[in-house]
């Protein structure tokens, strides 16, 4: 849909995609259930579930990668900030620049930035996901809080996921879009990420050791020690001032619990079978047994194994393709295959995490897998709730209304929110199910 004063020259709408009052829209594709409102875009390629409002621009060439919010007043990438020609802004899914926030080209942000409003006047390199980017302007550094959505706003980060698969209208679901914020993109940044604190952390306590990240490891796991300095980032930004990393051990701990987490729940939804056994289940893990973690490009959001879109592209160049449709098919081979991909991702990054071959798996590996992730998925929920509580107890907000009963009339009861009591069903759901799988396997007196 196009309406309302629109200007577009040299653009592409995708399904379910819409323009409005008074939005610019040139040299640029708008992916599926998309909305951009009165702002601004020019030389972009925007991925499925983006949502731009209130007068902010793209004012150098953009690659958003989906499941973003562009808040007002925002700025991608100030143009004519070198002598060359303008660069370009890139961005994995779930990218959200606060209000009146300010970029410059040439930067790149993890999936699930998040940047606090302010004028950011220099290039930046963020590699770690689920991050609060914002400037100490009183000190004059950057600060970067890894798994800042785990850690303090579960309720948006996770209600996410929902939002785009109820919002995705698409007639014709032929292209497998991926809106799980635990898939193979994030998970393996998760695991860059390790490294990268890992190193942080080994610098800014040890600086003049040579076997740093060995170091900053070992600090990491030793819940003894206590980190009370600044531990500072490197090569995220592209000038003199510090770069501090807050909340290390945190962020550190909580990507290796997802990334467990992520691959329990990929076992309970594609590997138990109600007439299996704890041989069965054994046995369909040993055939992943040979398979690394692969890497995974994101196109046009959907996830795909970037050996698999090398391939591709290879076969375009030696013209291998008759037409648009045979390319297109290989995109709908990728969709049909994808859940068998990220079991395998997950079971791979499970092995990894763990430092245990997946032939070594046993019971009571497993076991101890479906437990913790029954203690994760709890946390998850009461994170959620939590996250949501945190606005009715604020103050600020309750300030505006005469009254409790009031502020529930025009907000909504905290008990009555449908997203919390969904989730509050679906953690019901996951405890039964990996209760009965954990059943099954205490039942047996299989050890591999």
Not at 86 to 92: K, P, R, T
Not at 368 to 389: C, D, M, P, V
């Amino acid at each position: 849909r196009i309406f309302y004063g629109v200007k577009a020259v040299r653009f592409i709408l995708s399904s379910f995609s819409q323009l409005k009052y008074g939005a610019r829209l040139i040299n640029s594709f708008l992916g599926d259930n998309s909305t951009i409102s009165c702002c601004e875009v020019l030389n972009s390629l925007l991925f499925p579930a983006h949502e731009q409002h209130h007068n902010n621009s793209f004012l150098c060439a953009a690659l958003i990668m989906g499941q973003s919010n562009m808040a007002a007043g925002a700025t991608i990438g100030s143009n004519h900030n070198s002598r060359s020609a303008d660069g370009e802004i890139i961005a994995n899914r779930g990218f959200w620049p606060g209000l009146c926030v300010s970029l410059k080209h040439n930067s790149k942000f993890a999936s699930y930035s998040l940047i606090v409003k302010g004028d950011f006047l220099y290039e930046l390199n963020i590699k770690l996901p689920f991050s609060l980017i914002s400037t100490d302007v009183q000190n004059d550094r950057l600060i970067i809080l890894p798994g800042y959505w785990f850690l303090y706003n579960m309720y948006a980060v996770m209600r996410n996921s929902k939002k785009f698969i109820a919002r995705d209208k698409r007639t014709m679901k032929n292209q497998h879009l991926e809106y799980d914020v635990l898939a193979p993109d994030t998970i393996n940044e998760m695991f860059d990420s390790l490294d990268i604190i890992e190193e942080a952390v080994g610098k800014s306590i040890y600086p003049n050791w040579t076997n740093s990240k060995i170091e900053g490891k070992k600090v990491l796991l030793d819940n003894q020690i206590k980190i009370n300095q600044d531990i500072y980032l490197e090569n995220v930004e592209c000038s003199k001032r510090k770069v501090v990393l807050l909340k290390p051990r945190e962020s550190y701990n909580l990507f290796k619990k997802l990334i467990r987490h992520y691959a329990a729940t990929q076992i309970l939804d594609h590997l138990v079978d109600e007439n299996d056994g704890a041989l069965d289940i054994l046995n369909k893990l040993q055939q992943y047994k040979d398979i690394g973690r692969k890497q995974f490009e994101n196109i046009g959001g959907q996830i795909v194994p970037k050996e698999d879109l090398k391939i591709l592209i290879e076969d375009i160049k030696a013209d291998k393709f008759k037409n648009w449709q045979e390319i297109h098919q290989q995109y709908h081979k990728w969709s049909a295959n994808y859940n068998q991909e990220k079991l395998a991702h997950a079971l791979a990054s499970l092995a990894e995490i763990t430092k245990t071959p997946i032939e070594n798996w046993d019971v009571q590996f497993i076991s101890n897998l479906i437990e913790e992730s029954i203690a994760t998925q709890q946390w998850i929920y009461t994170e959620i709730y939590n996250s949501r509580k945190k606005d009715y107890e604020n103050p600020f907000r309750y300030m505006v209304y005469e009254n409790e009963e009031e502020m529930n009339v025009v907000i909504g009861s905290l008990e009555d929110n449908a997203f919390i009591k969904s989730e509050k069903e679906e953690l019901t759901k996951f405890v039964n199910k990996a209760k009965s799988f954990l059943s099954v396997l205490s039942n047996s007196t299989v050890n591999i």
